[in-house]
């Protein structure tokens, strides 16, 4: 991925619910190029490669509960971040909407894991 020749360093987190690998750029509460963008915890965050504005994505964030680096399709924000896992064993302490739809993605993940 090279746009351009601006010199952009990203490492690499890995969610480790999906395991998928995703490009970050800094791990924090805000990100320089992006001050005005306050999350309530340390989250990997990426400049959003689409945006002529600096303007920041969060690609992931450690689980509250087990510390599991988990991606946001595998995680839920429900005033801190949770992975999948967590949110079904727990389940009783989330709304029902949380744990239905996280159980939908974490199935899909876990079909998608099995097949490759
Ligand atoms: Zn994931
Ligand atoms: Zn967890």
């Given amino acids: ?27 924090g509460k805000k990100a320089p190029y992006c001050p005005g963008v306050i999350y309530f915890d340390d989250t990997y965050l990426l400049r959003d ?7 920041v ?4 964030g450690p689980c509250d509960l087990c510390s599991s680096i988990a991606c946001l399709d595998c995680s839920v924000f429900y005033t801190k971040r949770f ?3 967590c ?4 389940s009783d302490g989330f709304p029902s909407q949380i744990v239905v739809g ?6 899909q993940v876990m079909r998608h894991q099995a097949e490759t």
């Fill in 1 to 27: 991925m090279n746009d351009g020749g601006q010199e952009v360093r990203r490492d690499l987190v890995v969610c480790q619910i999906c395991q998928i690998n995703l490009p970050y750029d800094f791990y």
């Fill in 87 to 90: 949110i079904l064993e727990n």
């Fill in 83 to 85: 992975c999948g896992k």
């Fill in 102 to 107: 996280i159980k939908d993605k974490l199935q």
């Fill in 57 to 60: 994505v969060a690609v992931a």
């Fill in 49 to 55: 490669p689409y945006s002529p504005e600096p303007r």
